[in-house]
């Protein structure tokens, strides 16, 4: 076995730029495994370990006001395990040195103790004193951002009341991993706050003495949430409440378990992507490895060795391959699994965050890699082994030919003897060439695959905050305010236009399925909030009947036309049927749409909002806010920049840096495929260019037959990689579409330019490489054979 090692090391030198080609593949295939798997255990452990150590609750409902004899009762419902009832307020906060408005939200826990349900974490300080009403405890997050500690103070606004806030301490809540404010999507630590203070303070400062709006509950094991929720909207309905939602539902661990689900599909999806063209490429590889060697097979097999150890001969040299990929694929994955934990600590807050490369993640990615070096060379492996000595020493017999029709039209004649070369080589090895150019599409597709999202989520930001979002600022009411407001609006410093919307929590059914959403009920024809068609065109809201994003609409199996069961959560409860009217594509969020006034008589009121929009001038702002901050009924304030500047930075810190680093790979893996393949054809016909030279050739024609070859199939190659980067962009877009927000499957001119770009930049660099090679042809060596 010493010569066939021997063999080996000079196999692995003499194929270098093949061997580190095809290792870079891998890495890239490991990377991503590595990356993906090692955040999703990361999230997952935190996720599990706060949830457990700090008692997270199973079932959440908000209401008007019930009294506290109340939570007797709603004990005795089977399968509850713990209840915890608690005051919640809407609060306007303002922090010295920071103009802009600043929303929070305001919870009650027992006067001087953890609550028994969602226990705060403490990073600093201590729970309010029991006797103190003026001290809170400020969640980390927006501490950090606008830079208080323990001991500062603050101005709020409570139940319509000025109040001075002492901070006491500074915690995290498993309740708000993922910080965001009410019909926000993305946090904003700068402007949006969860503060927790004493029940026995914020009850009389809510004129709630004993009673509560809002209880948790926790559920014994094994027991039906659905009938728990069912009991308890039961109990609830007569007290104002507006629906009881499971822990699946809550907003924080709704938005971490998409991330996780959508780093599962990206721990499937992104890897299989990568490691399929390893395969791919191994096989090519050994393949032609193979049948240059088939030679050398002969002679070992004649010497005495078995079939075994020539397999094992080149399923070793497979294996160093995988290998040396596999641990640049761990150390990459390592280093960029390092890199996210920062971005994800931003986004979402746990106590502690282990991003560690565990040892079975590590076997996990080698065995991966080797079942795709497996499936890439098995066949190739086979037929060197089953190949007969005599048949393998003598040279594989001559093919018989014909002219094509390219070699017998007129265009075929009055082309060089060089380029004919080059045309009747490839049309009379179709199945090599095709399998080339495959390899070539292959990398340009990665390639496409890596920058079509960045232009996908321009388009996403687009036309979000250019077509849909064309308000200012966005006002939130504490509760259903009469339309007149809208007029005292448009007195305000600044303000040029006034919209209003109505809100409607519901729960919509269609046989089997159901969603939570809301119900935004609109002007017919609204100018500050856009409904879009498929064209991206404005749409008008008809008189009766639903709009529905497409994303709902097709979780709930509705088509215009068809009736939806609307289970209203607000005020006077009820269940009604009503058509669908039309779709709407929205890339952000999900909702369903009415005309204000007929949402009005839905519900049995008056002309009541829920908020308003407002077209402003930009320069007034300081004075604006001046004036909201002295108007109770306004529960909040967001401006839309800040909105669209959070989503572009979640976006740049998340998926671009992501697809950044696939990008980066995919640009590394298209030069590898590329000179792999021209290193490949060097081999395969160097006899061939050596007997030309031999003939009288010049070098530059010699040179020409093989780079011309590497040209045409690069060229024709270009489609074909546009064509699979598209089905590669589809199956992604698919893959991680959610309900925060869907990456439309629009890839644009540039990144079909890109793509060719990378192939042939890659394609030039490989001419260079095998030019060099030429130049270096030993014709004497390449022109011995065996006789």
């Not at 004493?198 to 039906?224: E, I, T, Y």
């Not at 050398?296 to 160093?320: C, E, P, S, W």
């Not at 497409?550 to 509705?558: I, K, M, N, S, V």
């Not at 690069?714 to 699979?724: C, E, N, Q, R």
């Amino acid at each position: 076995m010493r010569a066939l090692h021997t063999k080996l090391l000079r196999d692995l030198f003499d194929l270098k730029g093949q061997v580190a080609a095809i290792a870079v593949v891998i890495a890239a295939g490991v990377m991503v495994l590595i990356l993906s798997v090692t955040t999703l255990d990361a999230l997952r452990l935190s996720q599990t370990r706060f949830y457990d150590d700090h008692h997270f609750a199973h079932v959440f409902a908000d209401l008007k006001r019930a009294p506290e004899g109340l939570a007797a009762r709603l004990r005795e419902i089977p399968g509850v395990n713990r209840v915890e009832t608690r005051v919640q307020a809407p609060v306007r906060l303002e922090v010295a040195g920071f103009d802009e408005p600043v929303r929070g939200l305001l919870l009650s826990i027992p006067d001087g103790r953890q609550p028994g349900l969602n226990r705060l974490y403490l990073r600093e300080g201590a729970l309010p004193a029991p006797e103190r009403s003026d001290q809170v405890v400020l969640s980390e997050p927006f501490a950090e951002a606008q830079g208080l500690r323990a001991g500062d103070r603050l101005e709020a606004i409570i139940n319509g009341r000025l109040q001075t806030l002492t901070v006491s301490g500074v915690a995290l809540s498993p309740e708000f991993v993922y910080q965001v404010g009410p019909a926000d999507i993305l946090p904003d630590y700068k402007r949006f706050a969860v503060l927790w203070m004493n029940r026995r303070a914020l009850a009389h400062a809510m004129d709630m003495d004993g009673a509560f709006n809002s209880v948790l509950l926790s559920l014994q094991v094994g027991a039906d949430e659905a009938a728990v929720i069912e009991a308890l909207d039961v109990q609830l309905a007569r007290y104002g409440g507006i629906g009881a939602i499971g822990r699946a539902d809550q907003i924080s661990h709704r938005f971490l378990s998409e991330e996780i689900d959508q780093l599962r599909v990206m721990a499937v999806v992104l890897p299989a992507i990568f490691l399929s063209v390893a395969a791919f490429l191994l096989n090519l590889l050994m393949g032609r490895i193979i049948q240059t060697q088939r030679q050398q097979v002969a002679i070992l097999k004649a010497f005495g060795y078995a079939n075994r150890d020539i397999a094992a001969h080149y399923g070793l040299l497979t294996a160093l391959i995988v290998v040396a990929g596999s641990l640049l694929g761990i150390g990459l994955g390592a280093w960029a699994a390092h890199g996210m934990a920062g971005v994800y600590a931003e986004y979402y807050r746990f106590p502690q965050t282990s991003f560690r490369l565990e040892p079975r993640i590590v076997a996990l990615a080698l065995f991966v890699s080797a079942c795709a070096a497996a499936l890439g060379t098995g066949r190739a492996v086979g037929r060197a082994v089953a190949m007969p000595p005599a048949e393998a020493m003598r040279p594989p017999a001559p093919r018989r030919f014909h002219a094509s029709w390219l070699e017998r039209s007129a265009l075929g004649r009055r082309l060089d003897q060089p380029t004919r070369m080059i045309l009747r080589n490839l049309l009379r090895h179709r199945t090599k060439a095709l399998l080339s150019m495959i390899g070539i599409g292959l990398s340009g597709g990665l390639l496409l695959l890596g920058s079509y999202q960045f232009g996908a989520i321009d388009h996403l930001l687009d036309i979000q905050y250019r077509l849909v979002m064309n308000m200012d600022l966005h006002l939130g009411f504490t509760d259903p305010t009469p339309e007149r407001a809208l007029a005292e609006l448009r007195t305000l410093p600044g303000v040029a236009y006034v919209e209003g919307y109505r809100n409607v929590p519901v729960r919509l059914i269609k046989g089997t399925r159901d969603y939570r959403t809301g119900i935004q009920g609109l002007e017919p024809e609204p100018r500050l909030r856009g409904l879009l068609d498929a064209a991206h065109r404005p749409t008008r809201l008809p008189p009766e009947g639903l709009l529905m994003t497409r994303f709902l609409a097709e979780d709930l199996g509705l088509a215009p036309g068809e009736e939806v069961q609307v289970e209203i959560m607000e005020g006077h409860r009820r269940t009604l049927r009503i058509p669908l009217a039309g779709i709407v594509d929205e890339p952000i969020g999900v909702s369903a749409y009415m005309e204000r006034r007929a949402l009005n008589r839905l519900m049995g009121e008056g002309p009541a909002l829920s908020g308003a929009w407002l077209m402003t001038d930009d320069t007034q702002h300081g004075r604006l806010f001046e004036r909201l901050w002295e108007v109770p009924r306004v529960a909040g304030i967001g401006v839309i920049a800040d909105a669209e500047r959070q989503f572009r930075d979640y976006i740049d810190d998340t998926v671009l840096v992501t697809m950044s680093i696939l990008l980066l790979m995919a640009g590394s893996i298209t030069f590898a495929v590329v000179y792999s393949n021209a290193r490949i054809a060097f081999s395969e016909r160097s006899r061939e260019l050596a007997t030309l030279r031999v003939l009288g050739f010049s070098r530059a024609e010699v040179s020409w037959i093989l780079i011309g070859e590497i040209a045409v199939l690069t060229l024709l190659a270009i489609p074909l990689g546009w064509l699979i980067g598209t089905g590669f962009a589809a199956l992604l877009s698919s893959a991680m579409a959610m309900d925060m927000f869907r990456v439309p499957f629009i890839i644009s001119r540039q990144s079909y330019a890109f793509s060719a770009a990378g192939v042939l930049l890659a394609s030039i660099l490989s001419v260079f490489a095998v030019a060099r090679l030429l130049g270096r042809l030993d014709m004497i060596a390449a022109l011995k054979t065996i006789e």
